[in-house]
Nanobody
């Protein structure tokens, strides 16, 4: 059973930065799609950023220019977050799959204070 483990969340002031990491229990190259989702209190989970095996990426409109998704060639996926806003607060989940998402991490809390 493949596992994903997130880290790097925390409390930060508006305008600050955080870098989230996600470590997989198998080779990251085995996944065709890697992504970060988030869920704010009382809201549905939403896709924040996605990275395909071909190297293309796309982002939620509200984070474009502020967030960057990347990976290494071993077992790690990252989400660099800059110029954070209170509305970025939520639980951030790492996700992966061969075509559609099939594996989820347990989530890491990001709280942005105003």
């Amino acid at each position: 059973q493949v596992q994903l483990v997130e880290s790097g969340g925390g409390l930060v002031q508006a305008g600050g930065s955080l870098r989230l990491s996600c470590t997989t229990s198998s080779s990251i190259a085995s996944f065709k799609v890697l992504a970060w989702y988030r869920q704010a209190p009382g809201k549905q989970r939403e896709l924040v950023a996605r990275l395909t095996a071909g190297g293309s990426s796309d982002y939620l409109d509200s984070v474009k220019g502020r967030f960057a998704i990347s990976r290494d060639n071993v077992k790690n996926l990252y989400l660099q977050m800059r110029s954070l806003k209170p509305e970025d607060t939520g639980v951030y989940y790492c996700a992966a799959g061969l075509g559609s998402i099939s594996v989820w991490g347990q989530g890491t809390q990001v709280t942005v204070s105003s």
